[in-house]
């Protein structure tokens, strides 16, 4: 009987002064008990009623009453690795800029994103990987007894659906290579051609879950969203590779518009909705707010906010909206808000902001302006701003826009590389635009398969 080793709450608590330990490489096997764990916190599963309560069997991961605690192992690696990769990547973009000691962060900073050997990318890497696997074990798992007709409820498996589906989009958003291995199998780097695979993954993710979620609930709803986004984010990959299309850089998506519409209709253009994942004391840490609110190694850059007379915390947002002249309400808000919850901001996932820019966009690049300017006045009236009228640019303002509604998200990148803009911070000597992520060195290290410069 295979043995598999738990992993206490204090994995999940930060021991020194870098980062969350969870970030350091150990097996992926050792998540099984991460589920159990989760499950154990909640209170849901009497999984861990063994006689000793360090050690769990990987049957009981069989047993139809663990899918709660394989759904919450898959949303408390998401939860972790959403963390550990919105640092680095934010560190790359204007959104953060580097005040630390660690080099690693300065080199981020400056546009340096090819270096397999970078710990705070290499950290990123590992953890999205556990959470890739998490969520498609969990969905294995859970898919299997529902065929057996034994899965007591169907939002497990709904909710793993849509942590897998954010999982491998947040790889394609910032990664230009990926190893899909399933514990000791290693897998083959898929190769930066073949990363819209992934994308494709997660909308058959996506379906699957808007198939089995109760018509109405808030899960399809968030599924719904997720995917105009996803669909999104299969036009957007086609924009920034292999080269940079800087002539045309604007994204069009019927489907996405579609998803994003229904979301809309749904919540009411009124509504400032948004799916988040909600961290705290009792689930993974947000290594970002960890790095930027008490670490003191990264603080909200200078092309959005000036800092304090000490260098370490912001002062007041300098980004004005290009109508009615006034700090971007929305930036100010999430600012505010993202530094008054310390080491515990939650993580956004898809709002209805985002959507109504997807709905904007796809009507700019297909030259409809009454639609780009319903959906800019949408998003406008949530912060109850002046109606764009063309007092400015129709592409000045929706880029003003993206820049403010999707702060922090790990969307600023692609932005930067196809609307030519640059970080204030960058060097040209890192620099590789249009470069994302590549494979880092504890998969290099430990995956025959996969060399250096993979």
Known sequence: MQIIQTISKSLFERNDNM?????IQ?????????FLFVAAVSGGCNLLDVNN???LVEEDLENPAAAPALANGAEATLTNALGDLLAPYSTVTD??????????????????TDDPINEFVDGAYTSISEARWTADNAIERLESFREDGTLPSRTPLVRSYLYGAITYLAVTDAFDNFVISD????????GEENLPQLISTAIDYLDRGIELADNGSEWETRLLAVRARAYYAQNLWAKVNPSVDTASPLVSSSDAVADAQEVINRVGPENDWRYEISVSPETPGNNLAFQVNERLELRIGPAFADPTS????????IVFDPIDNIQAPFLVNEINSFVEADQYANLPIISARELQLIIAEDALANNNTVAFTDAINNLRNLDNLSDYTGQVDELELLK?????????QGRRLADLYRFQEQSPEWTQSRVNEGEFFPIT??????????????
């Open 441 to 454: 060195i504890s998969e290099i290290n430990s995956n025959p398969n996969v060399n250096f410069g993979d």
């Open 310 to 317: 000490d260098g370490t915390r912001v002062d007041s947002v």
């Open 53 to 55: 309560p360090n050690s």
């Open 400 to 408: 003003h826009s993206r820049k403010v509604n999707l702060f922090l």
């Open 183 to 190: 514990r000791q199998q290693a897998g083959n780097p898929l």
């Open 95 to 112: 959104e953060l800029t580097w005040i630390g000691t660690r080099d690693g962060w300065l080199i981020l900073n400056q546009g340096g």
């Open 19 to 23: 980062k969350y330990p969870n970030i």
């Open 26 to 34: 150990k097996p992926v096997i050792r998540l099984l008990a991460g």
